[in-house]
């Protein structure tokens, strides 16, 4: 079957930097998603990565292993605003998403 | 701006009442999607929508229902509701692709209680 792991939750102070894992078993691999929702809201799109290696937007990075079948989320210079939950997903032979548990990641002071 | 509605935010029903979740998207995009969301489980495709009139079953469709009249329109419908229907319902929208790269556009969800 498919499936993705990831941590449940990761603690983090402000200021600092998290990395956020992923390992995914698919029959078929076409890219690695990354979206973010905070409590209460709907999850938003984050990042995309078909290709190996690190994709940087801002504060965060992505990071993606085919070799390894592993990816993960990198937050630079945590902001309180960043305390959401963070989902990785793979698209399955039909590219519809298959989605992690979610990792929650709470920023202390 | 992408914009999904979705008809209520929070919904309480009794057990055996037939819901009408509703959602609606301002995009022109040909894909849809309903998810129940629970914690520890993630997100769960119930049903998904690639036309008008055309549906495809996701992981648990079971007790589930939908409607797509309209392309910027997508109904859930839950026949008899249960209590183990109780969760958030998050609808989703994207434009139809082959690359699996097509961002999902979600709504607020709506969080059903299911007494």
């Known amino acids: 079957g498919q499936s993705l792991e990831q941590p449940s939750e990761v603690t983090a102070v402000e200021g600092a930097i998290v990395q956020i894992n992923c390992t995914y078993q698919?029959?078929?691999?076409?890219?690695l998603s990354w979206y973010q929702q905070h409590d209460g809201g709907a999850p938003t799109f984050l990042s995309y990565?078909?290709l190996d290696g690190l994709e940087e937007t801002g504060r965060f990075s992505s990071f993606l292993s085919r070799s390894d079948s592993y990816g993960y989320l990198l937050l630079q210079e945590l902001q309180m605003k960043d305390s959401a939950s963070y989902f990785c997903a793979v698209p399955d032979s039909n590219y519809q998403l298959i989605w992690g548990a979610g990792t929650k990641l709470i920023i202390k002071p | 701006d992408v914009k999904v509605t979705q008809s209520s935010r929070y919904l309480v029903k009794r057990t055996g009442e037939k819901v009408f979740l509703e959602c609606v998207q301002d995009m022109d995009h040909e894909n849809m999607f309903w998810y129940r969301q629970d914690p520890g489980l993630g997100l769960r495709l119930i049903y998904f929508?690639?036309?008008?009139?055309?549906?495809e079953k996701g992981d648990i469709p079971e007790g589930y229902s939908v409607s797509r009249e309209k392309k910027e329109r997508f109904s859930l419908i839950l026949e008899s509701a249960s209590t183990n229907q109780t969760s958030m319902y998050l609808c989703?929208?994207?434009?139809?692709?082959?690359?699996?790269?097509?961002?999902?556009?979600f709504g607020p969800g709506t969080r059903l209680l299911v007494l």
């Open positions: 990565n078909a």
């Open positions: 929508s690639y036309d008008v009139k055309m549906k």
């Open positions: 989703a929208s994207s434009l139809i692709g082959t690359s699996g790269q097509e961002t999902q556009y």
């Open positions: 698919t029959s078929g691999f076409y890219g």
